[in-house]
């Protein structure tokens, strides 16, 4: 390489350098223009109520009912076990009001070995397709970018937790 080709390479990296930095600070400049717009569930969200109806394997077994959902967690903390003769003795039912966007409520359930170690079933929630949560979410991100902020984007937001068991079941069913 000639003299000529080494000092047109090196204005032309100096030059890349330069406007990578200017479109840095620019960048940098609109991203610190941005405000929290906290927890947004998205316009299309629907209030659904769900009935979960879950059997109790072993009869007499204490059952424990959790959640590894920080918000389910705190609504079944804050409830307790109902009773009613309507509920058929060896299950539980587990009504559930929430927002949601392509999610639903789930549980599973764990059957310990040991008699002495309580059966456990757990809250959970599922999307029923991740491209379609995100196609929901789309118009409310696109919204707030418009618009200088961002925030959380939930698709599930539970309500209400009720656990409803038989008058018989009563002693051995607990919410943890």
Sequence with gaps: MNKRMRTTMLGLLCGGLLLMGIGTGVAFVEYAGFTYAGERMPDTAQEETTVLTVPLEQPGKPVRISSY?????????????????????GTVRIGMTYKAVEAE????????????????????????SDLASLMACKDTVLEDLRNHRIGEYRIFQPLTVTVTVHPDDAARVSVE
Excluded: Q
């Excluded at 920080?70 to 076990?81: D, K, P």
């Excluded at 008699?115 to 999307?127: E, F, H, K, V």
């Design 105 to 128: 409520p789930a549980i599973w359930t764990e059957t310990a070995e040991d008699p002495d170690t309580p059966d456990r079933i757990y809250l959970s929630w599922s999307n029923r």
């Design 69 to 89: 959902s920080g918000e389910l967690l705190e609504l079944l903390r804050a409830s307790s076990v109902e009773t009613s003769e309507s509920v058929s003795p």
